[in-house]
């Protein structure tokens, strides 16, 4: 069974990076099979889908964030990480780690971390 | 961007009785281009339903999804206890990904 687990600062400070990293067990990210994606959920509203690597590196980001993510993957500890620039308080949210099958047409999400609430506060 | 809009904001029900949840699309992506994820406080999200109407894996056949286009419904045909949770809605038929706000169906 694939697990997605989130870690990293819970409490950021305005204009410095939201680091944070999903580690994956259950499964290797190094599969040609999945593209590892980040989703973020503001305190009581929707989801934010904000972007996803594959394991060679490739990545694609939502076009509202994409002056200031950054995505990247570490093969060698089955983890993937995503970097804010620039945070505000409008960044505070609950971040989720999740996986998207890698076939014709997905982009649906089959499994995802617990999500870790960070604050944008100084 | 594809905005979704689901409805209602909250069902208020019973075990036992039928759940129907609505999700619009702004405009048309790609027909069947659709998800429902189930969502409860303090866990993962649930992958309940792709491409519109096809069960995810280990998903109860109480659940169902329909629609094409810009209507899409997922129905709970008898809710159980442990169907009381958030219901989201995800288009992924054109970038970027974009979720519903979410219809939340508590117990009446």
């Known amino acids: 069974q694939v697990q997605l687990q989130e870690s990293g600062p819970r409490l950021v400070k305005p204009s410095q990076t939201l680091s944070l990293s999903c580690t994956v067990s259950?499964?290797?990210?190094?599969?040609?099979?999945?593209?590892w994606n980040w989703i973020r959920q503001h305190p009581g509203k929707g989801l934010e889908w904000i972007g996803y690597?594959?394991?060679?590196?490739?990545?694609y980001y939502n076009p509202s964030l994409k002056s200031r993510v950054t995505i990247s993957v570490d093969t060698s500890k089955n983890q993937f990480s995503l970097k804010l620039s620039s945070v505000t308080a409008a960044d505070t949210a609950i971040y989720f780690c999740a996986r998207e099958p890698n076939v014709a047409g997905a982009g649906f999400f089959d499994y995802w971390g617990q999500g870790t609430l960070v604050t944008v506060s100084s | 961007e594809i905005v979704l809009t689901q409805s209602p904001g909250t069902l208020s029900l019973s075990p036992g009785e039928r759940a129907t949840l609505s999700c619009r699309a702004s405009?048309?992506?790609?027909?069947?281009?659709l998800a429902w994820y189930q969502h409860k406080p303090g866990q993962a999200p649930r992958l309940l339903i792709y491409?519109?109407?096809n069960r995810a894996t280990g998903i109860p056949d109480r659940f169902s999804g329909s629609g094409s286009g810009t209507d899409f419904t997922l129905t709970i045909s008898r809710l159980e206890p442990e169907d009381f949770a958030v219901y989201y809605c995800q288009q992924y038929g054109s970038s970027p990904w974009t979720f519903g706000q979410g219809t939340k169906v508590e117990i009446k």
């Open positions: 690597i594959y394991y060679t590196g490739s990545t």
């Open positions: 491409d519109a109407s």
């Open positions: 259950g499964g290797s990210i190094s599969s040609n099979n999945y593209y």
């Open positions: 405009q048309s992506a790609s027909s069947t281009y």
